[in-house]
């Protein structure tokens, strides 16, 4: 078998067999190719040690000495070379005590988490699959290399990680390996929170976002996030849904791309709903005060996760506000972007649409109506640069201190006082109007 390898992986390999080493494609980048699709990054496994690489190439970085890692530089891209090497005794299902290098290349594969992710490739020895990987590709199968239960004593990530490239390729993962998790599931809450993130958000940035309903069923959300257990477990009786609020979630998931922010605001836009949960006379259910809610605790669960706030911020707004309906006027739709913000308003529409995709064919008809409405009106407002923030203003804090205003709280006051009227009438946005009002409002005061 002939396998495409990019020139400068080619260039690594070649130089290390030509110094006597072995030197080998590995990993994703293996499964990658085999499926036809193209690598992220290329990860080459060696019999040379650290330094013995060090020595072969004019640019290297130390990236993971102590792991065997160096990152060799070709062309102002980093390519990780990694010392084959076995994991020593795993303390706590987390970190190996030791790593210990090793001459053999099928110790190395043997230490990899699936069968799928454990195949090498020269130009020189061809495909090696120890565990029938290209198999298990064929097939559309996740499995563990060796016994699951082993393995995930070892690692407790790679349940998640099961999950994950389940997901990604739209694999089932083996019976035998389900079971596993299921045992082991609770072992996860010894994984730090930054690798558990890293597993979720290419679970839910993924093909199948929706896979997410196999963690909750083997076990694993419950301990990583018990939020969507609830959700999973809070039944809509109401004429806008056919979901369960869980559910719902991961069908809205699917209907948005798959981006980060979006997916996980989709993900956890009705994350308060268990919570908010009623019934009036007729049966129905609401949910009133979810989104505000349902802010606030998608902030404590991204903060958990350890998520950077610029991007706990941006989710949080999309799912505060993720169910305003405002009155459909350029008057009130300046008010709405003004209380949005003008930047949320793209992604604040794809969450919207995506919320009423995944909801029952009840007047959906309608409900998208009003969303392309909503949507051309407020271009129509931004096209016509009409003022909808303080930024928008014809005046600034300046101008109101060049008035003798004294510096201090009132200043603001007064700005939002013209940003309202403002809102109201854009024809009023002028200075010299503006500086007019603020004067007579001042004056107002002082009286
Ligand atoms: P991606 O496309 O997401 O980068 P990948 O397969 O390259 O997928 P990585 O997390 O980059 O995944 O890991 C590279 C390789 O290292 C894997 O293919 C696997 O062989 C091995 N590996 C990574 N993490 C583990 C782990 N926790 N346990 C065992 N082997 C692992
Ligand atoms: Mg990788």
């Known amino acids: 078998m002939n396998m495409q390898l990019p020139a400068d992986v080619e260039n690594i390999i070649q130089t290390l067999e030509n110094a006597g080493f072995e030197g080998y494609a590995v990993g994703g980048c293996v499964r990658d190719t085999l499926l036809g699709r193209v690598p992220k990054d290329w990860d080459i496994t060696t019999s040379a040690k650290p330094q013995e690489v060090k020595a ?55 230490r990899r988490d699936f069968t799928i992710n454990a195949m090498a490739y020269s130009h020189s020895t061809g495909l090696v699959d120890l565990f029938e990987g290209e198999k298990d590709l064929r097939e559309h199968r996740i499995r563990c290399v060796g016994n699951a239960t082993e393995r995930f004593s070892e690692d407790a990530l790679r349940m998640l990680r099961a999950i994950r490239f389940s997901a990604q390729l739209g694999f089932e993962i083996k019976q035998e390996t389900c079971d596993a998790i299921r045992e082991l599931a609770g072992s996860i809450r010894k994984i730090s929170a930054e690798r558990i993130a890293t597993e979720l958000i290419k679970t839910v940035t993924s093909a199948h976002p929706d896979y997410l309903e196999k963690a909750y069923k083997l076990g694993l959300t419950a301990y990583v996030l018990p939020e969507f257990d609830a959700m999973m477990q809070c039944p809509q009786m109401n004429r806008n849904h056919c979901f369960d609020v869980g559910t719902h979630s991961l069908v809205g998931m699917q209907q948005i791309q798959p981006e980060k922010d979006l997916r996980l605001a989709m993900l956890f836009h009705d994350v308060a709903k268990p919570l908010c949960k009623s019934t009036d006379e007729t049966g129905q259910e609401h949910y009133y005060g979810h989104p505000e809610m349902g802010a606030e605790m998608t902030k404590k669960i991204l903060r958990r996760l350890k998520l950077d706030n610029d991007t706990i911020a941006h989710i949080t707004a999309l799912v505060r506000y993720h169910d305003e ?123």
């Open 56 to 110: 072969l190439f004019s640019h290297t970085i130390d990236t993971g000495i102590q792991h065997g890692t160096v990152t060799v530089m070709q062309n102002h891209v980093g390519y990780e070379v990694t010392t084959y090497r076995i994991d020593g005794e795993y303390e706590d299902a987390r970190h190996p005590k030791e790593v210990t290098f090793t001459s053999s290349l099928a110790e190395d594969l043997r």
């Open 325 to 447: 309906r405002p009155e459909l006027t350029d008057r009130a739709l300046r008010h709405f972007l003004n209380q949005i913000g003008v930047a949320l308003l793209p992604d604040l529409i794809a969450i919207k649409r995506a919320d009423i995709l995944a909801q029952s064919e009840y007047l959906r008809k309608e409900k998208l109506e009003y969303l392309s409405q909503l949507e051309s009106l407020c271009a129509g407002i931004l096209a016509r640069n009409e003022c909808v923030s303080l930024a928008g203003l014809a005046v600034n804090g300046k101008d109101l201190l060049a008035l003798g205003i004294p510096q201090g709280k009132q200043i603001g006051a007064i700005l939002k006082y013209l940003l309202m009227i403002v809102l109201d009438h854009p024809a009023e946005n002028t200075k010299e109007h503006l500086m007019e009002m603020a004067e007579r409002y001042e004056k107002n005061l002082e009286e």
